[in-house]
């Protein structure tokens, strides 16, 4: 694989390849048609920009939507990588047609419905083709989350070209859609590829939600680089977005389906550029978007699974430095989520119930967060990640199995129809007008909570609630529902993870996290990167990572020669910003 490291370095000036990209990039230089499984971040595109330099021909590449092959065009465009695309968007169609015929294409970017086209077929024919690259392949089966019937498509067009090789490319697919995808791009089982689905720089933290605004001003506080929260409808996103940057000073952008496209976009590509904005958005934005330098994502109310969960935060960290991805929920949220529940279709509905109750067990854990997750994915991980709320700051654990008793014991003897409020005095023995009206201060609860175990009260009512024990009335009332007789019967216990007495004074983060802000000759790295993306038309990262900037300050690189041995600078950049970065350098 000698001369596959030496192209490496040369264009991408990477020292070496990341988890199993080699293994691919050898498939496909072997002409073997591969199915590879890899994680956000893990650098997927790499394993047929690669191979599209150093293969004769033009490797066509199909991705499901226009602004995702732009963003890949500027990017392979910096490394030097001819490549060009070909969509309804592109006003250069004539010449980038004749540059594939001219064999002087490495990439060709098309969408799936162009497939289907006979011209398309006929112009694939005119060239050399060396690769079919599939990005997002799960879009090609039903059982994916992002069925696309057009990718049905490319199996027919890709037959008509027997000899030239597949690549399939997915960051998310169980083992049912994974069997599907080889079936429909036609790619034999002994090409999957599956690298594991640990994202080990995102830290997991996930925490009750007291006051979002609060909570979200915090993280801002500590996180100066970009971020995306996840709100859950289009009024809390227009809202949170306000509030959040009157409070904190810096830009926040809303983006939902509800924005006038124009300003969505502009939204958008306003976040891609940008170093420090933040966007809070619904879950319709991020797909499409490949922003490496996203620091923190966080959910201001509970997502909607757990895969969604694991896309959502897979956002941030592309770039491989240190982010963060934080949860902030309520017991609300799964009372609603569970009333939806039971709005679906019957035959889905038992599969929706497993889906909150994972992520109930998530939220309620007192081990390892990562650990759960992966386990969830079908992976066998470590007990401890070191790099989770719980692990770097471990939870008590209680047995709240009594108090949950006494509380659901309450909740039933007073008729399922009252709030917790009503309930918690019922327990604590403080009775008021409406609950000696009632009589409800001459039941056996009434009083049977004292003040010790009284603050495991409020605790154990969000438990209930997040697992399904407790549900919510129509008025807002608690009634029994799950699996709360067993818990009364004894069957079942009620563990707690106990808040951290340090938690309260959370250690500060590091802001804008590994990055030496306010060392000035990474300042001035910054400053020209920024003018030089400006000047180009494209945003800072495509110009240089942030840890090449911070390598640079680092290793002060005296010459060309010294610069090029950075990881991250390929010959084509070197060439194009080494003076100007070999400039500043020299002035601090
Ligand atoms: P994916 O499509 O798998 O989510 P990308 O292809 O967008 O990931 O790559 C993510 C980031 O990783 C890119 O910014 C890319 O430059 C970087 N990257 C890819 N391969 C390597 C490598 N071998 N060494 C260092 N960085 C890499
Ligand atoms: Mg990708």
Known sequence: ????????????????????????????????????????????????????VMLP????????????????????????????????????????????????????????????QGHFRELLASAPVCLFAIDEAHCVSEWGHDFRPDYRLLRPLMDSFPDVPRLALTATADAQTRADILTQL??????????????????????????????????????????????????????????????????????????????????QAAFVASEDMVIVATVAFGMGIDKPDVRFVAHAGVPKSIEAYYQETGRAGRDG???????????????????????????????????????????????????????????????????????????GVADGTTTAQKLLSAVYRTGQSFGYGYIEKVLLGQADERIQQRGHDQLTVFGIV????????????????????????????????????????????????????????????????????????FEALRALRRELATEAGVPPYVVFHDAVLRDMAASRPANSDQLGTINGVG??????YGDAFLAVIREY
Request: proline residues 5%.
């Open 1 to 52: 694989m000698q001369p596959a490291l030496d192209m490496l370095h040369a264009t991408f000036g990477f020292s070496a390849f990341r988890g199993r990209q080699e293994e691919v990039v050898g498939r496909v230089l072997a002409g073997q048609s591969t199915l590879a499984v890899m994680p956000t971040g893990a650098g997927k595109s790499l394993t047929y920009q690669l191979p599209s």
């Open 57 to 116: 021909g033009t490797c066509v590449v199909i991705s499901p939507l226009i602004a995702l092959m732009h963003d890949q065009l500027r990017s392979a465009e910096a490394n030097g990588i001819r490549a060009a695309t070909l969509t309804s968007a592109d006003a250069n169609r004539e010449e980038t047609i004749d540059r594939f015929r001219a064999g002087e294409l490495d990439l060709l970017y098309a969408a799936p419905e162009r497939a289907s």
């Open 186 to 267: 036609g790619i034999g089982e002994d090409g999957l590829i599956i690298a594991g689905f640990d994202r080990p720089n995102i830290k997991y933290a996930i925490r009750h939600r007291e006051n979002a605004l609060k909570q979200l001003r915090d993280l801002m506080g500590e996180q100066s680089g970009p971020g995306i929260i996840y709100a859950p409808t289009r009024r809390k996103v227009e809202e949170l977005a306000e509030k959040l940057s009157e409070v904190t000073g810096r830009r926040v952008l809303p983006y939902h389906a509800g924005l006038a496209p124009e300003e969505r976009a502009a939204n």
């Open 321 to 395: 430095d240190d982010a963060v991805a934080v949860m902030l929920w309520a017991a609300a949220d799964f009372a609603l989520a569970r009333k939806r529940v039971e709005e679906v279709e019957e035959h889905r509905r038992s599969g929706e119930r497993t889906r909150l109750q994972a992520l109930s067990a998530l939220v309620e854990t007192a081990g390892c967060r990562r650990a759960l997750l992966l386990r969830h994915f079908g992976e066998d991980p470590p007990a401890n990640c070191g790099n989770c709320d719980n692990c770097l700051d471990a939870p």
């Open 450 to 521: 004292d003040s010790e175990e009284a603050p495991l009260l409020r605790q154990v009512s969000r438990a209930l609630q997040a697992r399904g024990s407790l549900a919510t009335t129509e008025h807002g009332g608690l009634m029994l529902a799950g699996d709360a007789r067993e818990i009364l019967k004894g069957d079942v216990p009620v563990m707690l993870a106990l808040a951290p007495k340090s938690e309260r004074k959370r250690r500060k983060e590091r802001a804008g996290g590994v990055n030496p802000l306010g060392d000035p000759l």
């Open 571 to 576: 010959a084509r950049k070197l060439e194009a």
